[in-house]
């Protein structure tokens, strides 16, 4: 195809948009529907990932240390646990720390709970706080440390914990939101395609008589085709444009709402960090939806 009748594919897929106003209007109209309550789920399972991520990332192991470790073996077991390759972090918390933060997290409970206990009369053990890079393996990696207490014959670990059972119904859930949402942001996107495609469907059944017109002085199905897909994606094109500007005011104002409103425990992941997948998903799919839907219902007309 050279450059000429490519822009004249072109002139008439813009003309054909405004030409034909009512229908394209309609398609467009179904196209901002469609897109909009796909665009809405999107962001719904975009926010929901992010809690279920930082829930994820707040899982930890506490590695409580035996009364008895002196420095030299502590900081031979922090070696030890440090080259695991599953871990990334360990901090080590002295009991004296452990009682400050734990004064400090009680608050007012803490003076009545916890008189009695200093320095010098302190229950609590050393600890070793472990992040791993990948919370899934945080089991796995408290068993690989408990296994430590039988490389030595002090036994300097007294205790592992990691939240376990309560762990892995986090992680259970965690994941089965994931898996729903994006099954539902699938359903809803291939609704979206047949809905809209039907749209388009009407528009091109109204214009038939053109179609054939053109069929019958010798037009070949390749030079009636690509107006079409010129003002399919036109079409797709407008309707993501005006969908995401909805969603972009609508989130933006509940994201001023949230945000001050200290009454409300609830974090929006900010719009500047979506907003290239988001447009960029939805202008995707609205150019590729309406090309896609002009090709499908011009095909039976180009038959005859």
Same mark, same amino acid.
């Given at each position: 195809?050279?450059?000429? $009748? ?13 030409? !034909?106003?009512?229908?394209?209007? &309609? ?16 962001? #719904?399972?975009? !926010? ?10 707040? *899982? ?8 008895? *470790? ?8 922090? $070696?030890?646990?440090? !080259? ?6 360990? =901090? ?43 919370? $899934? =393996?945080? &089991? ?7 296994? #430590?207490?039988? =490389?030595? &014959? ?5 205790? *592992? ?11 259970? /859930? +965690? ?27 009407? $528009?091109?059944?109204? %214009? ?11 037009? +070949?199905?390749?030079?009636? %085709? ?11 094109? /407008?309707?993501?444009? /005006? ?52 090709? *499908?219902?011009? %095909? %039976?007309?180009?038959?005859?």
């Amino acid at each position: 195809m050279s450059f000429k $009748t490519f822009l004249r594919h072109l002139r008439e897929g813009f003309k054909s948009v405004f030409r !034909n106003g009512w229908m394209s209007i &309609a398609s467009i109209i179904s196209i901002v529907v469609s897109l909009f309550i796909l665009g809405v789920f999107i962001l #719904l399972v975009l !926010n929901v990932n992010a809690v279920a991520d930082e829930a994820d990332s707040q *899982v930890q192991i506490n590695v409580h240390l035996a009364l008895n *470790v002196d420095q030299k073996l502590r900081e031979t077991l922090q $070696t030890e646990i440090g !080259n695991m390759p599953e871990v990334s972090k360990i =901090t080590f918390i002295s009991k004296d720390q452990g009682l400050k933060d734990l004064r400090a997290d009680m608050g007012k409970d803490a003076a009545e709970l916890l008189e009695g206990f200093d320095e010098d009369n302190n229950p609590l053990p050393d600890t070793l706080k472990v992040e791993v890079v990948e919370p $899934t =393996t945080v &089991a796995f990696v408290a068993e690989k440390i408990e296994a #430590l207490n039988k =490389t030595h &014959a002090d036994q300097p670990i007294y205790k *592992v914990k990691y939240g376990k059972g309560s762990i892995e119904t986090l992680f259970k /859930i +965690t994941r089965a939101v994931r898996n729903i949402g994006f099954i539902f942001v699938a359903g809803l996107a291939l609704m979206s395609m047949f809905l809209i495609s039907n749209t388009i469907r009407v $528009t091109i059944l109204a %214009r038939r008589k053109e179609i054939g017109i053109m069929k019958l002085v010798g037009a +070949t199905n390749y030079f009636i %085709r690509w107006p079409f897909f010129i003002e399919g994606a036109l079409i797709g094109l /407008i309707g993501s444009l /005006i969908t995401s500007g909805i969603l972009y005011l609508g989130y933006s104002g509940l994201e001023s709402s949230v945000q001050g409103d200290p009454m409300l425990q609830l974090q929006l992941i900010p719009f500047g960090d979506i907003w290239m997948l988001l447009i960029g998903m939805l202008v995707g799919l609205g150019v590729l939806i309406g090309v896609w839907g002009s090709t *499908v219902s011009i %095909r %039976r007309f180009l038959k005859v």
